[in-house]
């Protein structure tokens, strides 16, 4: 059973579109959750966290349900500097390492 | 901010040879390092944990004698992928963890190094 699992994407959208990312983990006492976006060849980025009264950040927003186990990142008015992978991210226990999804492709054409 | 680095960015070598990677935090002391490797399409695999002073902890799967970590500073840790094959051919990632007292303590990135084994 894997810890974190991610929509098996790629989603191909036009600009200005919405798009929505979903997550689940299955540590049911996982303590910090994260977006992190990566570019093709770099290093992961961290996008926000995921707070359980959700938050957003410009046009991303993030949301958390600990009952669900699940987690979630919604692009409004995507922009084609949004074509990235994107990460979700765990943390279990603190002091110990974050655990990756295997990543979602947003593409955003124009 | 934190900044992490990594060399070389990206090595190409024979089968057979071994090769080190060296992770440095740059503005501040990390008393653990993660070491991840991806492979293509695929996600970020945590391989081991690294604490400064100490043994590494390998996570299941991943051969503590043929990747070969050293935590001997706070501020620098290295991977040696000993007699290294196509198959270890990957993406290598570090992170630092920066600990500040009465915070979630976040890990920085290094940007990779991409191994090539022919």
């Known amino acids: 059973r894997k810890e974190v699992e991610q929509d098996p994407g790629p989603f191909n959208v036009p600009e200005g579109a919405t798009v929505a990312f979903n997550c689940t983990y299955s540590?049911?006492?996982?303590?910090?959750f994260f977006w992190y976006r990566q570019d093709c060849r770099k290093e992961p980025k961290l996008l926000m966290s995921?707070?359980?009264s959700g938050n957003e950040d410009g046009r991303f927003t993030a949301q958390l349900n600990r009952a669900s186990q699940y987690i979630s990142l919604l692009i409004r008015d995507s922009k084609l500097s949004d074509s990235a992978t994107y990460l979700c991210?765990?943390?279990?226990?603190?002091?110990?390492?974050?655990?990756f999804g295997k990543g979602t492709t947003l593409s955003v054409s124009s | 901010g934190a900044v992490v680095s990594q060399h070389p960015s990206w090595v190409i070598c024979k089968s057979g040879t071994s090769v080190k990677i060296e992770c440095r935090s740059l503005?501040?002391?990390?008393?653990?390092m993660f070491w991840y490797r991806q492979f293509p399409k695929q996600s970020l695999m945590l391989m081991a944990t690294s604490n400064e002073g100490s043994k590494a902890t390998y996570e299941q799967g991943v051969e503590k004698d043929k990747f070969l970590i050293n935590h001997a500073s706070l501020t620098l840790s290295t991977l040696t992928v000993t007699s290294a094959h196509p198959e270890d051919s990957s993406f290598y990632i570090c992170?630092?963890?920066?600990?500040?007292?009465?915070?979630?303590?976040?890990?920085?990135f290094g940007p990779g190094t991409r191994l090539t084994v022919l």
């Open positions: 995921v707070y359980s």
């Open positions: 503005d501040f002391q990390a008393t653990t």
């Open positions: 991210v765990v943390l279990f226990q603190a002091g110990t390492a974050l655990i």
């Open positions: 540590n049911s006492a996982s303590q910090s």
């Open positions: 992170s630092a963890r920066k600990f500040v007292a009465g915070t979630y303590n976040e890990q920085f």
